[in-house]
């Protein structure tokens, strides 16, 4: 490796922090370096005849590395540590512009504080994550000004306190003397105030995203429902989740994964209610996370699976703070992740994959019928064409002989067997599908209806499938989306082609063997001790109110028994009708009479 | 180790597994809809050489089959909507290897409807045919069976009301509704009739006409021996008798002019010992509708005595059914079958139940309800 490479400075860096009581003998080899990296710069500086733009990119590097390690030589004392601020305010400005501040969105400034005092002090924000008026306005303009606070008190030790308590206007103010975390809090659009002689840095809230608006829900629609979904910005969603539940018990407990991403996660839960093991556990499963980043809530559903392997999503992701309210004030937890608009709901059953807010916003009748639905549009997708194949390939003698004569006559003269007829359905759907996905809205529209109709015609036209074949896939691919969560129609679409297989191996038999196999695997699955199948396995009558069919809201007064809640009572006064029978008649003629 | 005992086991009980479903199938035989002839219906009729049989296979032609589901990836095409193979053997299965040499696909039974029995076939070719099309795997026990003494061809003729004349037979003795008489009879009935000592074998006889199939008769058997045509009167009668009359009508001009309609019945058959002598006893009940009367409201002693007339009409008709039945010495109506289900060991003592069933001693009960509200169906 090139000794002074960016990975190398990096390397000895990090070993420099690490180590808390540097020795005095880094002071004098730090000089040797520094006077080596001078003697290799001149020596770059005479060479000819080589390639100029990597020359002058060596002899930048070796500039900045060079700045750094005068930088740190300045700030070395053998009674201090590397990561501790030293109250050095030109020595922290040193190594500010010699390190992050080699970055253009780092804003370094000098400024001194109080009119009289004139007391030294450096500020540095990250631009654009940032509020700049806060900055202006309520920090350095105060700063400089405020000249009172700074002649009465002289201690440089407890400067940090008088502008914390007298000078600066921000709202949320904190202090840290960790270089490390000061960074940390730098990067995350905080704004740091170095005073001179003061060992302690003050960090001044002044972030301020570039945030997406909130916008409709598009993967969960809803008719009636709240229309508004989360955006990337955690404290957004710890928002939209509070306006929604206002109670002091709604409790968000931070964690911060990705040694480099240091993203924050939420884990909502609600006290009093939610289970606290089950909060706990939560925790500790999050808490082992090792990762260098954290880019999308996603890459933590792995952990807080308990099979991660299954097919079967066991972690529920929504866009929804109605959802993820709801599912809270049930007895769930829900995780938030920073720059993911998806919260994740913990734990989960097969049958809370089917309902939908939008079930609650319409009558229990309404509701029951959609949730069947979705179930009979599951059975149709998924079951179909493995039937088909099951009774044209291997058992045609159980089908109506009036049906079997449609059958045979729609595939007289087709070359290929109803296996073969499926597959190649499937694949132009799911071709046609991936395209519509990817290309934009507008064309992806034109592309689903024209692909469907165009492809749809042409092939039976060209004899290749039946008419038969069109309708079957046709219902197939509705069928197969019905379920309201996205995630679970990817399970159902791979087990498709398992059944598809089994059907045409073994026909009928093959079918209630893949789906006796698939119901053994849901029934297996277990995630943060609820099982997949509750309530239907352990049975549970109480809570299979809200299954398949939705009950009336009157009888819907328990949470669910699987999820253990602290307070299993969620309304008690359905019964009670304070004034069934309100007399308007009687106002009125008191009004009259009156 | 242990590591690698548990994938040990994992393989072994999914090869173990895979090893079951493999073998336990019994799926590896079976075939694409695409490689089979379906054969509709078949009839069985004495070949000339003698001692063997034909069997004649009535089979949807891809022409028929495009115009009849109305959507053909191919095309439409022309031609005749079934055609039939002739197969000539001593046994079943040799005419079926014969008939299907004269096809490339594999001739399939699975989906068979409808068969047919000559009644110029032998006894012994009869119950060799039973016999045997109980065995075949592939044949469903529940096509509709017929007698006939036209050709299978002319049978087969094109009927008008349905593409495929099996599906019109099959349709038509599957629909309870649809008939006068419910004479519809399933091989696995047929089968039963034959093997069941004392009961007689009675199959709808089918004789085209140029108006189409007619369905208004039956062939009597004893055992399996083709005795005789019941006429369609007889026939009604046999019908009343047996419980499986559905939409007859009854005229009284006498009695006020009294038109009764829709005679639904049904008949129970009881035979016993009382005081050391076999007595069988048939008793009808039947339900009707007061479609029409002179007067303006009927009262009550007026149905009573409709009713009576018409309880007397239907015993009357089945006297003369048992009375002809014991004449040819069938036992259409089971009345052996019933003393072999309520006294066995008194049945086990007859040898032969042909020799008692003409000096048996029937009596006849027959009631009737009169709905005075119009019930059509």
Redesign the interface.
């Known amino acids: 490796m090139w000794p002074w490479s960016r990975q190398t400075r990096l390397n000895k860096t990090s070993q420099q922090s690490d180590a808390q009581k540097p020795g005095p003998h880094i002071k004098a080899g730090a000089a040797r370096l520094t006077h080596s990296l001078n003697d290799t710069q001149s020596v770059l500086r005479s060479i000819s005849g080589v390639d100029t733009a990597l020359l002058k990119q060596l002899i930048s590097q070796t500039s900045a590395l060079n700045q750094e390690l005068n930088a740190l030589t300045q700030e070395l004392n053998p009674h201090t540590s590397l990561d501790q601020f030293t109250g050095d305010i030109e020595a922290v400005y040193q190594r500010l512009q010699s390190g992050v501040g080699q970055s253009p969105d780092i804003i370094i400034r000098r400024f001194l504080m109080g009119d009289k005092a004139k007391i030294p002090a450096v500020l540095t924000f990250v631009d654009g994550l940032t509020d700049t008026q806060m900055i202006d306005q309520d920090t350095i303009m105060l700063a400089q000004q405020y000249d009172h606070a700074f002649t009465r008190h002289h201690d440089p030790q407890t400067i940090h306190q008088v502008v914390h308590d007298l000078v600066t206007a921000s709202g949320h103010v904190t202090t840290e003397t960790s270089w490390n975390k000061l960074m940390v809090k730098l990067m995350g659009g905080n704004t740091i105030l170095f005073l001179s002689g003061s060992s302690t840095a003050l960090v001044i809230d002044t972030v301020k995203y570039r945030a997406r608006s909130l916008t409709t829900p598009t993967t969960e629609r809803s008719v009636l429902g709240p229309q508004e979904a989360f955006n990337e910005v955690v404290l957004t969603q710890m928002n939209l989740l509070r306006m929604r539940i206002k109670s002091p018990n709604l409790r968000f407990d931070s964690l911060t994964i990705g040694e480099m991403s240091h993203t924050t996660v939420i884990v909502a839960h609600i006290e009093g209610l939610t289970n606290p093991e089950l909060v706990a556990a939560v925790k500790r499963k999050l808490s082992v996370a090792k990762m260098a980043t954290l880019n999308i809530g996603q890459e933590l559903t792995p952990l807080l699976a308990s099979r991660y392997h299954s097919l079967f999503p066991q972690v529920r992701r929504t866009e929804r703070p109605d959802v993820v309210a709801r599912e809270l004030t049930m007895g769930k937890v829900a995780i938030l992740v920073d720059n993911t608009p998806f919260a994740m709901v913990v734990p989960n059953t097969l049958a809370d994959f089917y309902q939908t807010l939008e079930d609650y916003t319409m009558s229990f009748w309404g509701a029951s019928l959609e949730r069947l639905v979705r179930f009979l549009g599951l059975i149709l997708g998924l079951l179909l064409p493995p039937l088909y194949i099951a009774l ?6 159980l ?1 109506p ?2 049906l ?11 070359p290929l ?2 296996v073969m007829e499926v597959l190649t359905m499937w694949a132009i759907i799911e071709i046609l599908r991936e395209a519509s996905l990817r290309l934009p809205k507008e064309l992806s529209n034109t592309l689903g209806t024209v692909g469907a109709i165009v492809v749809g015609t042409a092939i ?1 036209k060209a ?6 074949m069109i309708v079957i896939i046709t219902l197939t691919a509705l069928g197969l989306f019905t379920s309201p969560n996205y995630e679970m129609a990817t399970p159902w679409r791979v087990l498709f082609w398992f059944l598809i297989a089994l059907s045409y ?3 009928l ?2 079918i209630i ?1 893949g789906l006796l196999a698939i119901l053994a695997h849901l029934a297996s699955l277990e995630n943060f001790g609820v099982p997949y199948l509750s309530p239907f396995g352990p049975y549970r009558w109480r809570d299979l109110k809200d299954t398949f069919v939705r009950f009336p809201e009157s009888s819907l007064t328990k949470r669910p028994a699987y999820l253990q809640p602290l307070d299993v009572t969620q309304s008690s006064h359905w019964h009670v009708d304070p004034m069934p029978h309100p007399q308007l008649g009687q106002a009125q003629k008191e009004e009259q009479h009156g | 180790m242990g590591n690698r005992r548990r994938w040990w086991r994992i393989t072994v009980v999914a090869v173990m597994t895979a090893l079951l479903t493999w073998s336990l199938t019994g799926c590896w035989d079976d075939k694409s809809l695409d490689t089979r002839t379906l054969v509709l219906a078949m009839g069985f009729y004495p070949a000339r050489q003698p001692g063997q049989i034909a069997v004649y296979f009535a089979i949807p032609t891809p022409a028929g089959l495009t115009s009849d589901s109305g959507s053909s990836s191919s095309g439409g095409a022309s031609g005749p909507p079934i055609i039939i193979l002739k197969g000539v053997g001593h046994s079943i299965g040799q005419a079926f290897s014969a008939a299907q040499a004269s096809t490339n696909r594999d001739l399939y039974l699975g989906h068979t409807i409808f068969l047919l029995f000559s009644t110029k076939l032998s006894p012994k070719a009869l119950r060799r045919l039973v016999n045997a099309l109980d065995r075949i795997g592939t044949l469903d026990k529940t096509p509709f069976v017929a007698a006939t003494s036209a050709p299978f061809a002319s049978v087969m003729g094109t009927i008008p009301q349905e593409h495929f004349p099996p599906l019109y037979y099959e349709e038509l003795f599957s629909c309870t509704t649809c008939q006068q008489l419910m004479l519809g009879v399933r091989f696995w009935e047929m089968s039963d009739r034959l093997w069941t000592p004392g009961v007689d074998l009675v199959l709808p006889l089918l004789r085209p006409t140029k108006q189409g199939p007619a369905v208004d008769e039956v062939a009597l058997y004893r055992g399996t021996r083709y005795v005789m045509t019941l006429t369609p009167k007889e026939t009604a009668a046999y019908a009343i008798a047996a419980g499986l009359s559905r939409k007859t009508s009854i005229f009284f001009p006498r009695l006020w002019d009294t038109n009764l309609d829709f005679v639904a019945d049904k008949a129970h058959v009881a035979t016993r010992i009382m005081h050391g002598r076999l007595q069988a006893t048939l008793a009808i009940h039947a339900t009707a509708t007061l479609e029409s009367i002179a007067t303006p409201t009927e009262t009550a002693a007026q149905v009573a005595a409709i009713s009576q007339k018409a309880a007397a009409l239907l015993a009357d008709q089945a006297v003369s059914f048992v009375r002809l039945s014991q004449r040819h010495d069938v036992d259409a109506l089971g009345f052996g079958r019933s003393l072999a289900w309520s006294a066995p060991a008194i049945f086990s003592r007859y040898r032969h139940w042909h020799q008692i069933y003409p000096h048996l001693n029937v009596s006849v009960r027959a009631a009737i309800t009169i709905n005075r509200l119009g019930d059509v169906r």
């Open positions: 044209t390939s291997v058992n045609p003698e089908l002989t009036k079997v004569i449609t059958i045979a006559g729609s595939r007289v003269g087709l067997p109803p039976v004899g290749i499938v039946s008419p038969l191996l073994f026909g038999f093959g063997l």
